[in-house]
């Protein structure tokens, strides 16, 4: 008797454009995918309360738009309501800084900000010269975030920046901070493991900006993070297809977000995104399975994210493994009211 799939829950990740402009048939493609290692530094206290626990960052650029920058900081526990995160009593923020992993220890870095959630969506960001500069600057540069949720549903909270507005250069790093008053007369903290960056995709920033209309395209054209136009959701469903020995459904997730992104893992170390149009199925993509420890079943070791832009149904064939059967996961993505 064959084995068959089994899959994890999926995630639609929102990941915000500042343009959407001229959308053909492709999956959206991510120029730049890095994740770095889960867990905070040695010297981070648990005695932190879980609501501000950290526990991984992401970095993603997408093909469409190589001007925005999505920085996403994976919470340790989920978060109760999206408006958790502006708790006055939880300190919450993000250093990006360059060119070198360490310049802030000797004042050598050529650009420093800190990004924090601020009201109504919207990123507040401050630049500074130096890492202990009190005379910090207010970026006028339009950021936003959303609150998400990633594949495994730990709670993520995800900036969509400008790279050319903020003048975040080809190689950078990144951490987070948290802390949560308690009361105590020493506050105990939580940091991600310092991560560099580099974007071999930088020059490709400018010119997208530029293209966009500059810093007053980022005001037209970037969402306001946690809704769309006309209060609409992205909603992806997804179901067995031919291939499997038993029929299963797995839960609707919805985002508000012009992009689905759904990430899954699977037996097979190939896959095909298909989408139904004019009566037939027509290949999108092919998509080779990352096998790099992403996945926690050790059965089903390759991990895939389909994406698109585009409304309509799909479909991904499962091949590439003479051992298991070909299968079909059936995706059902539409628009949605906001509820």
């Not at 709670?155 to 802390?179: E, P, Q, R, V």
């Amino acid at each position: 008797m064959k084995r068959y799939t089994k899959f994890y829950s999926a995630l639609i990740s929102l990941v915000f454009l500042f343009s959407h402009s001229n959308i053909v048939l492709a999956a959206e493609d991510i120029l730049l995918r890095v994740d770095t290692n889960q867990g905070v530094t040695w010297d981070s206290s648990q005695a932190v309360p879980n609501i501000a626990k950290l526990k991984q960052m992401r970095f993603r650029i997408p093909n469409s738009n190589p001007d925005n920058l999505s920085v996403q900081v994976v919470l340790e526990y989920p978060l109760n309501t999206p408006n958790d995160i502006l708790d006055s009593k939880w300190n919450f923020g993000t250093w990006i800084y360059g060119p070198s992993l360490y310049c802030l220890n000797d004042n050598t870095c050529s650009f420093i900000l800190i990004v924090r959630p601020n009201y109504n969506q919207q990123a507040r960001i401050q630049i500074l010269k130096k890492s202990d500069d009190k005379d910090y600057v207010t970026s006028d540069c339009p950021s936003t975030y959303a609150v998400e949720k990633t594949e495994n549903n730990n709670s993520m909270i995800s900036y969509n920046l400008s790279i050319t507005c903020l003048n975040i250069k080809g190689t950078f790093a990144s951490y987070t901070f948290s802390t949560y008053d308690q009361g105590l007369t020493d506050k105990q903290w939580q940091f991600t493991t310092p991560s560099y960056v580099i974007n071999d995709f930088f020059e490709l920033a400018k010119q997208s900006y530029d293209k966009n209309g500059g810093k007053q395209g980022l005001s037209k054209t970037a969402p306001t993070a946690g809704s769309t136009a006309g209060g609409k959701q992205v909603c992806v469903s997804a179901s067995s297809g031919t291939g499997y020995s038993k029929k299963f459904t797995l839960d609707e997730q919805c985002s508000d977000s012009n992009q689905w992104e759904f990430t899954y893992c699977d037996v097979h170390p190939k896959a095909e995104l298909q989408v139904f149009k004019n009566k037939r199925w027509q290949k999108v993509k092919i998509v080779n399975g990352v096998s790099e420890g992403a996945c926690e079943d050790i059965d089903q070791p390759y991990e895939y994210i389909q994406s698109s832009t585009l409304i309509g149904k799909y479909r991904v064939k499962h091949y590439g493994d003479k051992k298991f059967s070909t299968t079909y996961l059936n995706l059902k993505v539409e628009r949605k009211d906001s509820i």
